[in-house]
């Protein structure tokens, strides 16, 4: 059980395919993904496979960080066994599994998982 990595940074905007050429043409980007149904868009760095992934869900906490685990749903069964908060149960979400804990200060910590995937991860 742990914290494999920062899977992703999401990122609220207004316009998807502006923004989307902005980090691709002047930061450096790739774009690997496009969710059209959820209007998100996901960009990857060059030298791993951490996205930043730009929405336009105003429910969603902006900027948010999500963990990538290797399964959600028995991750959320052992935080829950030492005794820690579950804030939002594993729900379904485009790759996977997602759930949202909670850490002893209050802050919430987004985990999920790419369960859902086999490959290739990306479009691109």
Same mark, same amino acid.
């Given at each position: 059980?742990? /914290?494999? *990595?920062?899977?992703? &940074? /999401?990122?609220?905007?207004?316009?998807?395919?502006?923004?989307?050429?902005?980090?691709? $043409? &002047?930061?450096?980007? *790739?774009?690997?993904?496009?969710?059209?149904?959820?209007?998100?868009?996901?960009? /990857? %760095?060059?030298?791993? +496979?951490?996205?930043?992934? /730009?929405?336009? +869900?105003?429910? #969603?906490?902006? =900027?948010?960080?999500?963990?990538?685990?290797?399964?959600?749903?028995?991750?959320?069964?052992?935080?829950? @066994? *030492?005794?820690? $908060?579950?804030?939002?149960?594993?729900? +379904?979400?485009?790759?996977? *599994?997602?759930?949202? #804990? @909670?850490? =002893? @200060?209050?802050?919430?910590?987004?985990?999920?998982?790419?369960?859902? %995937?086999?490959? =290739?991860? %990306? +479009?691109?």
């Amino acid at each position: 059980m742990g /914290l494999r *990595k920062i899977d992703a &940074v /999401l990122l609220r905007v207004k316009d998807l395919e502006e923004t989307a050429n902005f980090y691709t $043409k &002047v930061m450096g980007l *790739k774009r690997g993904w496009t969710d059209n149904e959820h209007q998100m868009i996901g960009l /990857l %760095f060059t030298d791993n +496979d951490t996205e930043l992934v /730009l929405h336009c +869900d105003e429910t #969603l906490p902006d =900027p948010n960080v999500s963990y990538q685990v290797k399964d959600v749903l028995s991750f959320v069964e052992k935080y829950r @066994e *030492k005794g820690y $908060k579950v804030l939002v149960e594993p729900f +379904d979400i485009r790759c996977g *599994k997602c759930a949202i #804990l @909670e850490d =002893p @200060e209050g802050h919430s910590i987004e985990v999920m998982d790419i369960t859902k %995937f086999g490959e =290739p991860r %990306f +479009d691109a």
